[in-house]
T-cell receptor
């Protein structure tokens, strides 16, 4: 079974630009979560999508948005980039079946650098 | 009440020693406590998990100790090896919140050969 695939793996943007990151979950997984990881800040939860609906949302400004498609693939978008948005963005998928503990399977991340 | 506090932030252990990472929580409604391991350049991966109805769970060299009354749980790595060098995250979740994970801040573990 293929793992979680994130593209692109690395990207460099300048302040004010926008970026779209893509995530393909493990086949059969209906839940996709996004995290921001920066040195010293750990894993900061952005949002979770389940069956194309945002089910949970973290404490990030509205510049951060996401969506999920009918095939469970997900994208996240960051508009009006700021220097502080430089981070590793991780996508994780899970089965999210009723009663399932929701083990997360992470991709290797998209490393965004904002200049 | 939703926080999970993890310590230490970083840890250096000699090869063959015991590595211990601690986590504490406030919300007694949490009913699932996983530990994730992250190697450089990789995403985190589930290492071991425990439910509050047991006080200890062991998988190979990795053991979770759980103290329900103190609202604390810890990860013990016995006979620590250089290959265990990674960042470790504890987390907690509840069935009635779809097991949405509340994460600790992470511990960077370095095993010296």
């Amino acid at each position: 079974k293929a793992g979680v695939t994130q593209t692109p793996r690395y990207l460099i943007k300048t302040r004010g630009q926008q970026v779209t990151l893509s995530c393909s979950p493990i086949s059969g997984h209906r839940s996709v979560s996004w995290y921001q990881q920066t040195p010293g800040q750990g894993l900061q939860f952005l949002f979770e999508y389940f069956s194309e609906t945002q089910r949970n949302k973290g404490n990030f400004p509205g510049r951060f948005s996401g969506r999920q498609f009918s095939n469970s693939r997900s994208e996240m978008n960051v508009s009006t980039l700021e220097l502080g948005d430089s981070a590793l963005y991780l996508c994780a998928s899970s089965l999210a079946d009723r009663g399932n503990t929701g083990e997360l399977f992470f991709g290797e991340g998209s490393r965004l650098t904002v200049l | 009440q939703q926080q999970v506090k993890q310590s230490p932030q970083s840890l250096i252990v000699q090869k063959g020693g015991i590595s211990i990472i601690n986590c504490a929580y406030e919300n007694t409604a949490f009913d699932y406590f996983p530990w994730y391991q992250q190697f450089p350049g990789k995403g985190p991966a589930l290492l071991i998990a425990i439910r509050p109805d047991v006080s200890e769970k062991k998988e190979g060299r990795f053991t979770i100790s759980f103290n329900k009354s103190a609202k604390q749980f810890s990860l013990h790595i016995m006979d620590s090896q250089p290959g265990d060098s990674a960042t470790y995250f504890c987390a907690a979740s509840r069935r009635d919140s779809n097991y949405q994970l509340i994460w600790g801040a992470g511990t960077k573990l370095i095993i010296k050969p």
